[in-house]
């Protein structure tokens, strides 16, 4: 199973490093994001994970 997941910045993004990065950092090195990266305009990311189940990426 795959999931899509979209990050959106927050309002009000003052510039500092994504939070969600170093847990994506976390999921590529264990070969469960399949594609991902930023998404433009508006500072966001999509990241394709590969999961057994729908709960799997949901409890993440």
Aim: hydrophobic share 40%.
């Amino acid at each position: 199973m795959y999931a899509l997941v979209l990050l959106f910045q927050r309002p009000g993004f003052d510039g500092e490093p994504p939070e969600h990065e170093p847990f994506v950092d976390i999921l590529v090195e264990r070969g469960l994001v399949l594609l991902g990266g930023p998404v433009e305009p508006g500072g966001g990311a999509a990241y394709v994970l590969r999961c057994g189940s729908w709960p799997t990426p949901a409890r993440w």
